[in-house]
Structures are given as structure tokens and as C-alpha cells.
């Protein structure tokens, strides 16, 4: 969509924190900056978890209630599996010279791209504006996104 100033504007709205879902955000934010599209990326829930210092560093995979894998579902119970889908994920990742997520955000942020906290979630999280990583612009509520996102596109993940 296109801004009042004519401008090309996407928001991605992350609600997800696991590692398999926290990269398509990013590579959509980066290509759509490299297309000289405004970018605002939002977190929410477990998304928050992408911008949190603590657990961005540490976001997993699962396979269980993940079809796709090419696994049994009853196999994602059995102590281990995630960290090992995760491991294999993140080779894969490697392979194809993507930066890990902390280095993909700070790309984002020098590129241009906003990012912002959605406060609601930060709230029932008990975290800070202290917690996110320095990329985050700021901690906002859904009435302040509702502005920020007027004449976008949204891609909600």
C-alpha cells in the first residue's frame, strides 16, 4: 500500500517466537527495505520473544503439531527433539548465509526499518522496555499501531 506521502509502506505484525516463524518476518522486512518500502515490524505474545535480549539468541524449533517436519507428532515429545530440529534448522539457516536473528535485526534497523513492542503483551510477559534489544524503537499500545499501520500493507505472522 501506499502512504499520503507516496510511499510504499508494509507492517509485519511477529506473534510468534519460535524459530522457524521468526524468520520469514525478517526476510520480508529486509527485502521489502531493499525495495525502498517503508518497513515497521511489531511484536506481540511469544513474538516478543524475537526482540527479547534473553531468548533471541535461543528461539526454537519444534516439530511437535508441525506436520510439515516429515516427523510423527509423538516423536517432538521425547526429550531432545526440539533441540535437535532446532540444530538442524539452524544448519540449514547457515547454509544459506542468513544471519542469526539478532544480527538480522540490527540489519533491519540500520536499513531503516521500525520495530516496536506491543505494551499489552509486554505487560502480561512482566517485561521492560530494559529487556528488548537496542533495535526496538519503542514499547506501544494497538491504538498506536492502528496509526502507525494506516495505508499499509499487513502481513500478520
Known amino acids: 500500500m501506499i502512504d499520503e506521502s507516496g510511499n510504499r509502506k508494509l507492517c509485519i505484525i511477529c506473534s510468534k517466537g519460535t524459530l522457524d516463524m521468526a ?22 505474545f511469544w513474538g516478543l520473544d524475537m526482540i527479547n535480549k534473553k531468548k533471541m539468541g535461543h528461539l526454537k524449533s519444534t516439530p511437535l503439531g508441525n506436520p510439515s517436519m516429515g516427523m510423527p507428532n509423538i516423536l517432538g515429545v521425547l526429550p531432545g527433539v526440539t533441540s535437535m530440529a532446532s540444530t538442524m534448522m539452524k544448519k540449514e539457516i547457515e ?10 535485526l540490527e540489519m533491519i534497523h540500520d536499513a531503516g526499518g ?10 502480561m510477559m512482566k517485561l521492560e522496555k530494559e529487556d528488548l534489544c537496542d533495535e526496538v524503537d519503542e514499547v506501544i499500545g494497538a491504538m498506536e499501531f492502528m496509526e502507525i499501520s494506516e495505508n499499509a500493507q499487513i502481513i500478520f505472522i
Open 23 to 44: 524468520y520469514p518476518g525478517l526476510v520480508l522486512a529486509n527485502a521489502a527495505l531493499m525495495e525502498g518500502i517503508d518497513v515497521t515490524m511489531f511484536f506481540t
Open 114 to 123: 521500525k520495530m516496536y513492542g506491543c505494551q499489552m503483551a509486554m505487560d
Open 95 to 104: 547454509k544459506l548465509d542468513f544471519p542469526p536473528v539478532d544480527e538480522f
